[in-house]
């Protein structure tokens, strides 16, 4: 078994922990760049860090010898520092950069949101520099799908939005966990030029809004308290939202993209399936109550959330 030198930038919020020790484990060998400011603590002593202002090129390119494969995983705020990898990367040997990305294709609507629009313009930047490109696209985590209101689903209370027609339309859900496997199944072992300039979609459960609600009434008991809301409307909320500066504007967006079936095509048709790996079901999420907690938000974000009517 032949493993890839993978570097990693963005190793410390919650999702790109969960990667970033799945890619540890794997057996690959990892190098972490970080900036001069950043914990690495908690990273195996086994694991090199290297310390690096990413604007300084020729530092950058000296961190990036001997790695065959340069995976983002940076939050929103960092989405935009990705550009100096970008002006790195062709004086180096990487063979592929995976950039930040964590949910799907963008549409015309998502580059209204200006964290889409700056992955978008990493990614074109990417292209237009000749450099190999893989994104990997898990549609909706089920941690910020099914454990906080984000999507209308409110599982505590036993309450549930439909936006649209997403009673019948698919929602993309995987778990972080399937997320965190998917990417040391995809990039420790694959010969990288069977990946390169490929979108890659994860698809761990889809389901329906029918198919939540019956999961909500076998939880509870009874009928979860229904809500709905069209999509003139949910536009009207995207547009105020937006043009407020409001971080919940994503929220509107996430709900329509749903409500009108679109995000299914926006995760693509090339699905990577993990040899082996158990699929998580609505019945243990919902049901038995195996889902794990999203990042900490603040209650007042949770409330707002909430407000189906």
Same mark, same amino acid.
């Given at each position: 078994?032949?493993?890839?030198?993978?570097?990693?930038?963005?190793?410390?919020?919650?999702?790109?922990?969960?990667?970033?020790?799945?890619?540890?484990?794997?057996?690959?060998?990892?190098?972490?760049?970080?900036?001069?400011?950043?914990?690495?603590?908690?990273?195996?002593?086994?694991?090199?860090?290297?310390?690096?202002?990413?604007?300084?090129?020729?530092?950058?390119?000296?961190?990036?010898?001997?790695?065959?494969?340069?995976?983002?995983?940076?939050?929103?705020?960092?989405?935009?520092?990705?550009?100096?990898?970008?002006?790195?990367?062709?004086?180096?040997?990487?063979?592929?950069?995976?950039?930040?990305?964590?949910?799907?294709?963008?549409?015309?609507?998502?580059?209204?949101?200006?964290?889409?629009?700056?992955?978008?313009?990493?990614?074109?930047?990417?292209?237009?520099?000749?450099?190999?490109?893989?994104?990997?696209?898990?549609?909706?985590?089920?941690?910020?799908?099914?454990?906080?209101?984000?999507?209308?689903?409110?599982?505590?209370?036993?309450?549930?939005?439909?936006?649209?027609?997403?009673?019948?339309?698919?929602?993309?859900?995987?778990?972080?966990?399937?997320?965190?496997?998917? =990417?040391?199944? &995809?990039? *420790? @072992?694959?010969?990288?030029?069977? !990946?390169?300039?490929?979108? #890659?979609?994860?698809?761990?459960?889809?389901?329906?809004?029918?198919?939540?609600?019956?999961?909500?009434?076998?939880?509870?008991?009874?009928?979860?308290?229904?809500?709905?809301?069209?999509?003139?409307?949910?536009?009207?909320?995207?547009?105020?939202?937006?043009?407020?500066?409001?971080?919940?504007?994503?929220?509107?967006? =996430?709900?329509? &993209?749903? *409500? @009108?079936?679109?995000?299914?095509? !926006?995760?693509?048709?090339? #699905?990577?399936?993990?040899?082996?790996?158990?699929?998580?079901?609505?019945?243990?999420?919902?049901?038995?109550?195996?889902?794990?907690?999203?990042?900490?938000?603040?209650?007042?974000?949770?409330?707002?959330?909430?407000?189906?009517?």
């Amino acid at each position: 078994m032949t493993f890839n030198r993978i570097a990693i930038y963005g190793h410390r919020g919650w999702a790109s922990s969960a990667i970033t020790k799945s890619l540890i484990a794997s057996g690959a060998p990892i190098k972490i760049l970080h900036r001069p400011e950043s914990d690495v603590s908690g990273v195996p002593s086994t694991v090199t860090t290297v310390s690096v202002d990413v604007n300084d090129k020729d530092a950058l390119i000296h961190a990036l010898h001997d790695v065959d494969i340069l995976i983002s995983l940076v939050g929103h705020d960092g989405i935009s520092r990705q550009l100096a990898l970008v002006a790195a990367l062709p004086h180096t040997d990487v063979k592929l950069f995976v950039p930040s990305n964590m949910s799907h294709q963008i549409d015309e609507d998502g580059m209204r949101l200006a964290v889409n629009k700056a992955k978008v313009e990493v990614e074109k930047a990417a292209r237009d520099a000749k450099i190999a490109v893989t994104t990997v696209l898990p549609g909706y985590l089920v941690e910020s799908s099914l454990a906080i209101p984000m999507m209308g689903v409110d599982a505590n209370n036993n309450h549930i939005l439909f936006t649209g027609n997403s009673q019948q339309q698919p929602l993309n859900l995987c778990t972080l966990r399937y997320v965190a496997a998917a =990417y040391s199944a &995809i990039f *420790a @072992t694959t010969p990288t030029d069977t !990946l390169q300039n490929r979108v #890659i979609g994860l698809a761990e459960l889809i389901v329906t809004g029918d198919e939540i609600r019956a999961a909500l009434e076998q939880k509870h008991g009874a009928k979860p308290q229904e809500f709905v809301m069209s999509i003139d409307t949910v536009d009207r909320k995207l547009d105020e939202t937006l043009a407020a500066g409001s971080p919940l504007a994503a929220m509107w967006y =996430y709900r329509k &993209i749903w *409500a @009108t079936g679109a995000l299914k095509g !926006l995760v693509g048709d090339d #699905i990577w399936e993990i040899d082996g790996y158990p699929k998580t079901t609505l019945d243990e999420l919902l049901v038995q109550g195996k889902m794990q907690p999203y990042r900490e938000l603040p209650e007042r974000v949770i409330q707002i959330m909430a407000q189906f009517d």
